[in-house]
């Protein structure tokens, strides 16, 4: 008799037919590792872990974390990438990815080329916080004097090349004012600053500055998303002044590339059920950030529209790879 685990069988999979091996059809038959390429504790490690537990019970196998910190995330996408494609290993792409291949020289990985996108987990815009006292309640005034007092505007941002960095550059340059970059290591740091007037604005996720704006010492004033966030519906967006003009962070989960698409239909297609949870959705709207979800093509398309999109506005800004 044949032995089933040595013949191609034909299966038919989210309504498609696909050829797939014995090993695919059983998958998974062992242990999921998940690559964070961040520190525990961090926001995408606590979402990650949410979201392991809830497919650790889907797929009735563990899917377990491995924190990889280091280099603003590269250190853990560069594991990915040199994973063995076999889909025990997945890890986690966030935005930021997109921006690093235009910003460092001879980084180790193309973010379009190297992974096989599963799906997104989350994303949310930026929103543009001042001091209280700042003299601009909305978009049109914050411009109106930014053009009338060129020299007296800095920013504060995580670093060159991340999403609160990319995000101002991107109003400076679609209003025509100047501003001064002032990166700093934390949002905690730069959101204190702005309080303080030290620096007159930033960009950020909403639930980093929310103490404050809740406290009465800053108040928001536009929002980078493709829609007004639950959370702040009175916020209008940057696109409402500047059609077309937003920019979302994101997170999603991916694998490294030639992992078979029999398994990356699977995995999509278990995470989408567990985004669909009403408890997951509410805990993502607190934050400021919505659920994600769509196809593997969905991601793959968004992270070539974003690598192009802040490449855009890095080129615009002068800023050189180092």
Same mark, same amino acid.
């Given at each position: 008799m044949i032995r089933l685990c040595h013949i191609l069988i034909s299966i038919y999979f989210l309504g498609f037919g696909v050829l797939v091996s014995c090993e695919e059809a059983n998958y998974p038959s062992k242990p999921i590792k998940l690559i964070i390429p961040y520190g525990t504790g961090t926001g995408v490690d606590i979402f990650s872990r949410t979201i392991t537990a809830a497919l650790s019970d889907r797929l009735k196998q563990q899917v377990f974390i491995e924190n990889k910190p280091g280099m603003s995330a590269i250190v853990g996408v560069t594991a990915l990438k040199n994973s063995v494609p076999d889909g025990y290993t997945l890890g986690i792409l966030v935005s930021a990815n997109a921006a690093q291949p235009w910003l460092i020289k001879d980084i180790a990985f193309d973010i379009r080329r190297d992974f096989a996108p599963i799906v997104m987990l989350y994303e949310g815009p930026l929103v543009l916080t001042v001091n209280k006292t700042f003299p601009a309640d909305n978009l049109d005034e914050f411009i109106k004097y930014a053009k009338a007092n060129p020299n007296k505007l800095f920013y504060g941002s995580l670093g060159v090349g991340t999403t609160t960095h990319l995000a101002a550059e991107m109003l400076l340059q679609v209003a025509g004012i100047k501003a001064t970059h002032v990166p700093y290591k934390g949002s905690g740091e730069i959101h204190a600053s702005v309080a303080a007037q030290e620096i007159q604005f930033s960009f950020d996720n909403y639930i980093s500055p929310r103490p404050l704006v809740d406290a009465g010492r800053?108040? !928001?004033? =536009?929002?980078?998303?493709?829609?007004? !966030?639950?959370?702040? %519906?009175? =916020? %209008? $967006?940057?696109?409402?002044?500047? %059609?077309? =003009?937003? $920019?979302?962070?994101?997170?999603?989960?991916?694998?490294?590339?030639?992992? %078979?698409?029999?398994?990356?239909?699977? +995995?999509?297609?278990? +995470?989408?059920?567990?985004?669909?949870s009403p408890t997951l959705i509410a805990k993502l709207n607190e934050t400021g950030s919505e659920v994600g979800g769509g196809s593997p093509a969905d991601f793959d398309q968004r992270i070539k529209d974003d690598y192009d999109r802040f490449g855009r506005i890095i080129k615009t800004a002068g800023i050189k790879a180092e």
């Amino acid at each position: 008799m044949i032995r089933l685990c040595h013949i191609l069988i034909s299966i038919y999979f989210l309504g498609f037919g696909v050829l797939v091996s014995c090993e695919e059809a059983n998958y998974p038959s062992k242990p999921i590792k998940l690559i964070i390429p961040y520190g525990t504790g961090t926001g995408v490690d606590i979402f990650s872990r949410t979201i392991t537990a809830a497919l650790s019970d889907r797929l009735k196998q563990q899917v377990f974390i491995e924190n990889k910190p280091g280099m603003s995330a590269i250190v853990g996408v560069t594991a990915l990438k040199n994973s063995v494609p076999d889909g025990y290993t997945l890890g986690i792409l966030v935005s930021a990815n997109a921006a690093q291949p235009w910003l460092i020289k001879d980084i180790a990985f193309d973010i379009r080329r190297d992974f096989a996108p599963i799906v997104m987990l989350y994303e949310g815009p930026l929103v543009l916080t001042v001091n209280k006292t700042f003299p601009a309640d909305n978009l049109d005034e914050f411009i109106k004097y930014a053009k009338a007092n060129p020299n007296k505007l800095f920013y504060g941002s995580l670093g060159v090349g991340t999403t609160t960095h990319l995000a101002a550059e991107m109003l400076l340059q679609v209003a025509g004012i100047k501003a001064t970059h002032v990166p700093y290591k934390g949002s905690g740091e730069i959101h204190a600053s702005v309080a303080a007037q030290e620096i007159q604005f930033s960009f950020d996720n909403y639930i980093s500055p929310r103490p404050l704006v809740d406290a009465g010492r800053l108040k !928001a004033i =536009v929002s980078t998303g493709k829609k007004r !966030a639950n959370l702040i %519906p009175n =916020v %209008p $967006l940057m696109s409402e002044t500047y %059609p077309g =003009v937003e $920019l979302n962070y994101w997170t999603g989960i991916a694998a490294p590339l030639t992992t %078979p698409k029999s398994i990356i239909e699977k +995995v999509n297609f278990e +995470v989408q059920s567990i985004l669909k949870s009403p408890t997951l959705i509410a805990k993502l709207n607190e934050t400021g950030s919505e659920v994600g979800g769509g196809s593997p093509a969905d991601f793959d398309q968004r992270i070539k529209d974003d690598y192009d999109r802040f490449g855009r506005i890095i080129k615009t800004a002068g800023i050189k790879a180092e």
